[in-house]
């Protein structure tokens, strides 16, 4: 019996387990359940939200038959260029300035797209066009790429004004579905036919086919269908820019081509195909360089060329007018020729001085310093004809006035004595192949001297230099030496030579960026674009952009207006770069033209770039100074400087020695020595030297300056006379202390006399020892001279006055030691 109560106990411990195990189980799979539904729950509201944010502001298809299904079978205006007041049209962007037709995909109307274009078109561009929804999931993480037809409705007419990203690449594909299921996969096609890129602006088929072949598009054959697919492919490599790549690409297309997208002996046939290309067009854009600035500066720029759109630019139409007029007519002069018919100069343009005919070119950009605007630009002409693209050009001078900038910005000035004279370790030479010796850096700037340049370039360092211009926007690769910074193989812009210049014009304020654009709208007058305020910043300060107005400054332009002529180091290549306060003006030009006719042609544009414009300048602003010196050392005026000139200066860099330059001698006429006070007066005059340091004195004697003699006049005393004469101390004695002085000073009719003494061998100015004596001396003591804070050559004189007001003197030479 005592076996029995265990059992039981055994088998209820057993049964109590099996009960705690089984509510353990279900109470996990109870918290397993929730937790599943828990996070179903979250993830369906988290796709919601994700797809709610996603397609927020989502672009609606509806808006598609407005822009591509036009009732009167022509598509919107193709997109044009207006200058700044929106009078005058400036470009189309388009080969016809007319709608675009719409060619229908049904081949029952009288004209439709070709089979053939359609079948080539899918092979190339969306080959599972029937067996995917709209859209493929290739690329979606390369926003650039659209794999399907419909996406690249969407992309382009729907989501052109997003940025691309990972969020546009989905909306691109869910609007790519919706698009396909409410409009059909015919429709699409059709859309995309008539709306695809051609190149040259031409878009949709029909467009590209009349420009091409001069056709319309139900005409094609296959080879010119495969050539027009093909160049929707790849728009720049079309019949007019590309013929030979164009037709390659055509011939590998038809290689390429799927069975159901052509028959074989159609193919074969189509290869021996013999392309007859429209002859191209001639532009009649009126400022195609401008053109291409401002378009370059778009937004969106694939969906506004599409059409549709008014472009307001910054162009003056009158001013791009003129400079135009002035380039064509400098250059029809240069080489020889009549003025030209087409236009009429209201400027005037200086005449030419007497030379050979010259086949140049030319360039101008003029804008506005304030706020960036491009109010003119004129791309590189040559022979009446305009270049649409603004090239680069060597600085060569032009980057001077930055070089000097930098030495005003660490203590020179423009009136610091800099020297052009040839460099030992250089091999450059002046454009004149003449040296002007010691200048002002002024003079030197403005002169185009190298030399100078080249010294304060180094004395400022090459690192200096290119960091003063980095925030002009000059930036700078080839930069081993003086020469290659100028003349290498850096090339720059009118337009950015015109913005860097246009710093000093706004006072040291550079507009961060140049535009050509104010506004695009659509022809809706919906606002697409609009131009903000410009960005500015302070490159350099008030004070230091004043300096280089100052010496920029030309008064000879009619207005306060500066101009710095520029040139290559070759002299084939010439710049006349200038400003008012409210224009900066870069004028380019080659072929050797001479400085007459780059200046006359710069001061034609600033004639015209001015009109209207109230003339305004530059107030010296705190912190410059303008004091008198002496030119060209840039130092306080002594007696024998000899010229005089108002200088600008920072404050606290003003000069505080006297010039050192020139200095005065005393000079016997006859024999060209230095005079002593034994010289006889009448053959003294005063001679001014320049004196110059030893670096350069090679330079001096291949000059033939004039140098001072080294050598004094007869030191040989006159003879002593009776009652006139200094016994003690004797010619060139030496003597310190307290000296007694003996001789005689008496005559018939004496008065009284004196001593005094002079520095040097002849001295400009007398000290008097002690007091006139009344008393005539013979061979006693005159008088005592103290020479305890002397030390050097003296003369000792003494004067003697009668009473009929006769004077006579004798002087000796000493020297005073310690």
Same mark, same amino acid.
């Given at each position: 019996?005592?076996?029995?109560?265990?059992?039981?106990?055994?088998?209820?411990?057993?049964?109590?387990?099996?009960?705690?195990?089984?509510?353990?189980?279900?109470?996990?799979?109870?918290?397993?359940?929730?937790?599943?539904s828990s996070?179903l729950?979250?993830?369906?509201?988290?796709?919601?939200?994700?797809?709610?944010?996603?397609?927020?502001?989502?672009?609606?298809?509806?808006?598609?038959?407005?822009?591509?299904?036009?009732?009167?079978?022509?598509?919107y205006?193709?997109?044009?260029l207006?200058d700044?007041t929106?009078?005058?049209?400036?470009?189309?962007?388009?080969?016809?300035?007319?709608?675009?037709?719409?060619?229908?995909?049904?081949?029952?109307?009288?004209?439709?797209?070709?089979?053939?274009?359609v079948?080539?078109?899918?092979?190339?561009?969306?080959?599972?066009?029937?067996?995917?929804?709209?859209?493929?999931w290739?690329?979606?993480?390369?926003?650039?790429?659209?794999?399907?037809?419909?996406?690249?409705?969407?992309?382009?007419?729907?989501?052109?004004?997003?940025?691309?990203?990972?969020?546009?690449a989905l909306?691109?594909?869910?609007?790519?579905?919706?698009?396909?299921?409410?409009?059909?996969?015919?429709?699409?096609?059709e859309w995309?036919?008539?709306?695809?890129d051609?190149?040259?602006?031409?878009?949709?088929?029909?467009?590209?086919?009349?420009?091409?072949?001069?056709?319309?598009?139900?005409?094609l054959?296959?080879?010119?269908?495969?050539?027009?697919?093909?160049?929707?492919?790849?728009?720049?490599?079309?019949?007019?820019?590309a013929?030979?790549?164009?037709?390659?690409?055509?011939?590998?297309?038809?290689?390429?081509?799927?069975?159901?997208?052509?028959?074989?002996?159609d193919?074969?046939?189509?290869?021996?195909?013999?392309?007859?290309?429209?002859?191209?067009?001639?532009?009649?854009?009126?400022?195609?360089?401008?053109?291409?600035?401002?378009?370059?500066?778009?937004?969106?720029?694939a969906?506004?060329?599409?059409?549709?759109m008014?472009?307001l630019t910054?162009l003056?139409?009158?001013?791009?007018?003129?400079?135009?007029?002035?380039?064509?007519?400098?250059?029809?002069?240069?080489?020889?020729?009549?003025?030209?018919?087409?236009?009429?100069?209201?400027?005037?343009?200086?005449?030419?001085?007497?030379g050979?005919? /010259?086949? %140049?070119?030319?360039? &101008?950009?003029?804008?506005?310093? $304030?706020?960036?605007?491009? =109010? @003119?630009? !004129?791309?590189?002409?040559?022979?009446?004809?305009?270049?649409?693209?603004?090239?680069?050009?060597?600085?060569g001078?032009?980057?001077?006035?930055?070089?000097?900038?930098?030495?005003?910005s660490?203590?020179?000035?423009?009136?610091?004595?800099?020297?052009?004279v040839?460099q030992?370790?250089?091999?450059?030479?002046?454009?004149?192949?003449?040296?002007?010796?010691?200048?002002?850096?002024?003079?030197? /700037?403005? %002169?185009?001297?190298? &030399?100078?340049?080249?010294?304060? $370039?180094?004395q400022?360092? =090459? @690192?200096? !230099?290119?960091?003063?211009?980095?925030?002009?926007?000059?930036?700078?690769?080839?930069?081993?030496?003086?020469?290659?910074l100028?003349?290498?193989?850096?090339?720059?812009?009118?337009?950015?030579?015109?913005?860097?210049y246009?710093?000093?014009?706004?006072?040291?304020?550079?507009?961060?960026?140049?535009?050509?654009?104010?506004?695009?709208?659509?022809?809706?007058?919906?606002?697409v674009?609009?131009? /903000?305020?410009?960005?500015?910043? &302070?490159?350099?300060?008030?004070q $230091?952009?004043?300096?280089?107005n100052?010496?920029?400054?030309?008064?000879?332009?009619?207005?306060?207006?500066?101009?710095?002529?520029?040139?290559s180091?070759?002299?084939?290549?010439?710049w006349?770069?200038?400003?008012?306060p409210?224009?900066?003006?870069?004028?380019?030009?080659?072929?050797?033209?001479?400085?007459?006719?780059?200046?006359?042609l710069?001061?034609?544009?600033?004639?015209?770039a001015?009109?209207?414009?109230?003339?305004?300048?530059?107030?010296?602003?705190?912190?410059?100074?303008?004091?008198?010196?002496?030119?060209p050392?840039?130092?306080?005026?002594?007696?024998?400087?000899?010229?005089?000139?108002?200088?600008?200066?920072?404050?606290?860099?003003?000069?505080?020695?006297?010039?050192?330059?020139?200095?005065?001698?005393?000079?016997?006429?006859?024999?060209?020595?230095?005079?002593?006070?034994?010289?006889?007066?009448?053959?003294?005059?005063?001679?001014?030297f320049?004196?110059?340091?030893?670096?350069?004195?090679?330079?001096?004697a291949a000059?033939?300056?004039?140098?001072?003699?080294?050598?004094?006049?007869?030191l040989?005393?006159?003879?002593?006379r009776?009652g006139?004469?200094?016994?003690?101390?004797?010619?060139?004695?030496?003597?310190s202390?307290q000296?007694?002085?003996?001789?005689?000073?008496?005559?018939?009719?004496?008065?009284?006399?004196?001593?005094?003494?002079?520095?040097?061998?002849?001295?400009?100015t007398?000290?008097?020892?002690?007091?006139?004596?009344?008393?005539?001396?013979?061979?006693?003591?005159?008088?005592?001279?103290?020479t305890?804070?002397?030390?050097?050559?003296?003369?000792?004189?003494?004067?003697?006055i009668?009473?009929?007001?006769?004077?006579?003197?004798?002087?000796?030479?000493?020297?005073?030691?310690?």
């Open positions: 019996m005592s076996t029995l109560p265990i059992l039981q106990r055994r088998r209820e411990r057993r049964l109590q387990h099996a009960r705690s195990s089984g509510q353990r189980l279900t109470r996990t799979g109870l918290g397993c359940g929730l937790l599943f996070l729950g979250l993830g369906i509201v988290a796709f919601a939200l994700g797809y709610a944010s996603l397609t927020a502001d989502l672009p609606s298809v509806e808006s598609l038959p407005t822009l591509l299904d036009p009732p009167n079978g022509l598509l205006q193709p997109t044009r207006y700044q929106g009078e005058h049209v400036l470009a189309v962007l388009s080969p016809f300035d007319e709608p675009r037709s719409y060619v229908p995909l049904d081949s029952s109307a009288p004209e439709h797209l070709p089979d053939s274009l079948r080539i078109t899918l092979a190339l561009a969306d080959p599972d066009f029937y067996n995917h929804s709209g859209y493929d290739r690329g979606w993480n390369e926003p650039e790429i659209h794999p399907t037809l419909a996406q690249k409705l969407a992309a382009d007419l729907l989501l052109w004004q997003e940025p691309p990203s990972l969020r546009r909306r691109e594909r869910i609007l790519a579905a919706q698009i396909t299921t409410r409009f059909g996969r015919e429709k699409i096609l995309h036919l008539n709306t695809a051609y190149g040259r602006h031409a878009y949709g088929a029909d467009a590209a086919a009349r420009l091409y072949f001069d056709k319309p598009v139900h005409t054959n296959l080879a010119e269908a495969t050539l027009l697919a093909s160049v929707s492919q790849s728009p720049a490599i079309n019949p007019l820019d013929p030979q790549a164009a037709i390659q690409r055509a011939h590998e297309t038809l290689d390429t081509l799927p069975a159901w997208a052509a028959a074989s002996q193919v074969e046939s189509a290869r021996q195909q013999v392309f007859t290309f429209a002859p191209a067009t001639p532009e009649t854009n009126f400022a195609p360089a401008f053109t291409t600035l401002a378009l370059s500066q778009l937004e969106h720029r969906r506004i060329e599409r059409g549709g008014e472009i910054s003056d139409y009158t001013l791009q007018q003129q400079t135009r007029c002035a380039l064509q007519t400098q250059l029809a002069r240069l080489a020889g020729d009549d003025d030209p018919l087409d236009c009429i100069l209201s400027v005037e343009l200086a005449p030419l001085p007497p050979e005919p /010259l086949d %140049g070119a030319a360039s &101008a950009v003029v804008l506005n310093p $304030l706020d960036g605007r491009v =109010l @003119a630009l !004129v791309g590189e002409m040559h022979q009446e004809t305009e270049s649409a693209i603004l090239t680069g050009h060597r600085p001078t032009g980057l001077l006035p930055f070089i000097y900038l930098t030495g005003f660490r203590g020179l000035s423009p009136a610091s004595l800099v020297w052009d040839p030992a370790d250089s091999s450059l030479s002046n454009l004149d192949d003449i040296y002007h010796g010691p200048v002002r850096a002024r003079v030197a /700037l403005t %002169g185009d001297y190298l &030399a100078p340049a080249q010294s304060v $370039l180094e400022m360092g =090459l @690192a200096a !230099v290119l960091q003063t211009m980095s925030p002009f926007g000059l930036q700078l690769s080839d930069t081993g030496n003086f020469a290659a100028l003349d290498g193989q850096n090339l720059v812009s009118p337009l950015a030579m015109a913005r860097a246009g710093v000093f014009a706004a006072n040291g304020v550079l507009v961060e960026q140049t535009s050509a654009l104010l506004s695009v709208r659509s022809i809706e007058e919906v606002m674009w609009e131009k /903000l305020p410009s960005q500015v910043s &302070a490159v350099v300060s008030p $230091l952009s004043y300096l280089v100052h010496v920029l400054a030309n008064d000879s332009l009619g207005r306060p207006a500066t101009l710095k002529l520029a040139r180091l070759d002299g084939a290549e010439a006349a770069l200038g400003y008012t409210t224009r900066s003006i870069a004028l380019w030009m080659d072929g050797g033209a001479n400085p007459r006719a780059v200046s006359g710069f001061s034609a544009i600033l004639q015209a001015s009109q209207g414009e109230t003339p305004g300048r530059w107030e010296r602003p705190p912190g410059v100074s303008l004091i008198q010196v002496c030119d050392s840039g130092l306080l005026p002594t007696q024998a400087c000899p010229n005089l000139v108002s200088e600008v200066f920072l404050s606290g860099y003003e000069p505080v020695q006297a010039d050192t330059l020139y200095k005065a001698y005393a000079i016997n006429r006859e024999t060209g020595l230095l005079a002593t006070v034994f010289t006889p007066p009448e053959l003294v005059e005063e001679r001014i320049m004196l110059v340091p030893p670096e350069v004195q090679l330079w001096a000059s033939g300056l004039a140098v001072p003699p080294t050598t004094y006049d007869s040989q005393a006159p003879p002593a009776e006139l004469e200094i016994t003690s101390p004797a010619t060139f004695a030496q003597i202390g000296v007694t002085i003996r001789g005689s000073a008496a005559g018939e009719g004496f008065a009284y006399y004196r001593l005094q003494y002079g520095q040097g061998l002849s001295p400009t007398w000290v008097l020892i002690g007091e006139n004596a009344t008393s005539p001396i013979t061979d006693g003591i005159l008088g005592v001279w103290d305890v804070d002397l030390q050097g050559l003296y003369a000792l004189q003494l004067v003697l009668y009473e009929d007001g006769r004077i006579e003197s004798t002087t000796v030479q000493v020297e005073v030691t310690e």
